[in-house]
């Protein structure tokens, strides 16, 4: 019975990489303390430049433009330093949990490959496909572990590709 819950959990899982990272990674990828200084920089500066009357004070006004376009420029290659962060993390969570799972269903199917999941009574035939729905147990009117993976993960990402 557990071995019923532990797969189909797996192949959820499986399915749904991509959009359990994307749900993690906002809390393991933040924005870097530079980044949010120079946010705070520019915002004051962006304040400071409202309050400068471009007609009265142009040489002030300009200087502060200049600034903050010196400030942006910084801002943008610190945001790329996070880029390049956040996507080897999306990329390490993503894979290295694909990896995680899929070598769980590898040991759950070579292990329990002999192992039936459900046995139904002889008021059942699943000819012809029988043998292929109970291989390798090869009990009659049974319904493999391999059989149960391969079914549970088709499940599994055809819900994923219908959720946005």
Known sequence: MYLIFVISLLSLLMAFASKITKMILPFICRDSAEVIA?????????????????RDEYTRYVRCEREIGKLEVTLNEAKGRDGVKRVAY???????????????????????????????????????????????????????????????????????????
């Open 38 to 54: 120079r946010r705070k920089e520019i915002a004051k500066l962006r304040s400071d430049l409202a309050k400068i009357s471009m």
């Open 90 to 164: 999306e990329y390490g969570l993503h894979y290295g949990g694909m990896a995680v799972v899929g070598l769980c269903m590898m040991y759950i199917s070579i292990f329990y490959r002999y192992s039936t999941v459900i046995v139904f009574g002889d008021n059942f035939n699943f000819e012809p496909f029988g043998g292929f729905i109970n291989f390798p147990t090869k009990v009659p009117n049974s319904i493999s572990v391999v059989f149960w993976i391969v079914v549970n993960n088709f499940v599994a990402r055809t819900l994923a590709s219908y959720i946005k």
